[in-house]
């Protein structure tokens, strides 16, 4: 039996950032099944591809990622969230951690410690 890669959901507002992540994430042994631009999205896409792991962006048009985290461990309280921030945003990074996130990675991102927060956030 082939073990099959974790599955992951990808979550920023920004387009460049999405594929930056993704990029770290596939060179990691990941596959990113998803991709969503906002919280909303990113809800909607968390029931349709039931990802092992979402990485989340925090500031985010529509719904943040802090809300998103909220209803997303709604829907299963053992999703498995790492956040992802700018600098200077340790507060918001709190606050993601209360709400349910793993882990959080700061930007700009660094592919081992990309890798290393998501591996984490399976074990």
Known sequence: ???????????????????????????????????AENGLVAINKFKELRPDVVTMDITMPEMDGILA???IRKID??????????MGQQHMVMEAI???????????????RVVQAVTKALV
Do not use: N, W, Y
Not at 101 to 111: E, G
């Open 1 to 35: 039996m082939r073990l099959m890669a974790k599955r992951i959901l990808v979550v920023d507002d920004a387009a460049f950032m999405r594929m930056m992540l993704s990029d770290h994430l596939t060179k990691g042994g990941f596959e990113v099944v998803g991709q």
């Open 98 to 112: 209360q709400a349910g996130a793993r882990d959080f990675i700061v930007k700009p991102f660094d592919p081992t």
């Open 77 to 86: 309280p053992q999703a498995r969230i790492v956040m992802c921030s700018a």
């Open 69 to 71: 985290v909220k209803e």
